[in-house]
């Protein structure tokens, strides 16, 4: 059997399958069609790079995320040991500095011996060897088109994501706001900038009725609630935002030793603090718009916008139908998916999925055996989600507790209850033999 493989995408999940096929000695040849093409949300020529949030979320126990995150580590995955190196101080997050982050991971698969890049847009999944496609959420009109008469069962579908803006530091007016994390955890890394009921009530208003951008096809039952535009968020009620990312509870301003009725939080978005994230605020108003009413927020009134909020189309696979527990295609297993095509959700769950696909695809090259990860463990309930074919109306999804078997038993506090999992799916991976 041949051991070369060819992996089409640089992102974070073809990144992170080429390290895993690469690690356990397979040679791989990595298409990336950038720079030469680029995608509408993306602005530089690096691999891996994150074009919604510096936040890799959630790195406790108590969230399933911070479950997952820590399964990649023990699975030596490429991407954490990059945002490790590059994260910056977030309260209980991962976040990074995106271009350290991502230079790292360019430099990484560069420098490889085993691994091969080559620039250029793929339009065709190649008739011989092993393939994996991690050609991300934005995949090429002409790869995309090809894919679906290869697979007239894969019924594609899609979604709408957005990003959010990013303001100068120096331009947050630190008189109106205050640094603190939600109830005192961890580090005060955020930057929250409060809002009185007045306040929040006029800039509500306004935010219902600002011009939005136009994008084709675009329908509010088409976003994605992970990533759903901060007006669409404002248009179902009026105390909506103030239990979502404007929520102020565990954030007493200093100066009056209350909660807030509203507080924007900004996040940082590189090492040297210069740059941060309107948290929560993806957004696809009209970039005039988007400046008239963010700085109508006291602590942003002088904001100077170094990127506005972008508005782009996400495109995936029926999976559940098409791939099976290991991500490949149930008709063609020698071609696999990995990454926000398939269906999951998030930056993390697409490194998981091209750790997993990568991880199997090697042992199945060097005649051992698969490794079953089972749903207690996160990296197992992910892919039995995505290639569950019970599964009505199939959406993207976080990775979550919900999707893992119960305890079996009481634990008392959903907290506890949740470390509990964590610590049930840690044991059972640390009994897998997965090299």
């Known amino acids: 059997m041949s051991q070369q493989v060819t992996v089409i995408g640089a992102g974070l999940a073809g990144c992170e399958a080429a390290w895993q096929l690469a690690r356990r000695g397979i040679s791989v040849t990595l298409y990336e069609m950038k720079p030469k093409k680029k995608t509408p949300a993306h602005h530089t020529d690096l691999f891996g790079e994150l074009v919604c949030s510096n936040s890799l979320r959630s790195d406790q126990l108590e969230n399933a995320v911070g479950l997952l995150k820590e399964e990649l580590r023990r699975l030596d995955s490429l991407i954490l040991r990059c945002a490790d190196e590059y994260r910056v101080a977030a309260g209980g997050a991962l976040a990074v500095d995106r271009l350290g982050f991502a230079r790292s991971i360019t430099d990484v698969i560069r420098s490889h011996p085993l691994i091969t890049v080559v620039e250029g847009e793929v339009t065709e999944l190649p ?71 007045e306040e929040y009530l006029a800039f509500w208003k306004e935010l219902c009725t600002a011009k939005e951008a136009n994008v084709h096809g675009f329908e509010d039952k088409n976003v994605f609630e992970g990533c759903m535009p901060v007006e669409v968020m404002a248009r179902r009620g009026e105390q909506t935002l103030c239990y979502g990312p404007l929520k102020p509870r565990g954030l007493r301003d200093p100066k009056t030793g209350k909660e807030p009725f509203a507080v924007v939080q900004l996040r940082r978005d590189n090492s040297d603090g210069t740059i941060y994230n309107l948290v929560g605020f993806q957004t696809h108003l009209t970039w005039p718009e988007q400046k008239r009413v963010f700085t109508m927020i006291p602590a942003l009134k002088n904001a100077e916008f170094v990127r506005y909020g972008v508005m782009h189309r996400n495109t995936y ?47 199945r090259l060097l005649g051992k055996p698969a490794v079953d990860f089972p749903p207690e463990t996160a990296i197992g ?26 305890l079996g038993y009481r634990v008392k506090g959903k907290r506890n209850k949740n470390a509990e999992l964590s610590q049930r799916g840690l044991g059972i991976l640390a009994a897998l033999d997965v090299e």
């Open 127 to 197: 008739e011989e060897g092993e393939v994996i496609v991690a050609s991300g959420p934005l995949t090429s009109d002409t790869l995309a088109e090809a894919i679906a008469h290869r697979y007239p069962e894969s019924g594609y579908l899609h979604f709408y994501d957005a990003a959010a803006p990013l303001v100068t530091f120096e331009s947050v007016d630190m008189e109106s706001a205050y640094f603190a994390s939600r109830y005192d955890k961890g580090t005060p890394d955020y930057i929250n900038c409060p809002m009185t009921q």
């Open 317 to 363: 696979l029926d999976s559940p139908r098409m791939l099976d527990r290991y991500y490949r295609v149930k008709a063609e297993p020698r071609i696999m998916f990995a990454g926000q095509i398939t269906g999951v959700e998030g930056y993390v769950e697409s490194t998981a999925s091209g750790c997993l696909a990568g991880l199997e695809l090697a042992r």
């Open 381 to 406: 309930a992910l892919a039995l989600y995505v290639s569950n074919g019970s599964v009505a109306n199939f959406q993207p999804m976080n990775v979550n507790f919900g999707i893992m078997p119960p």
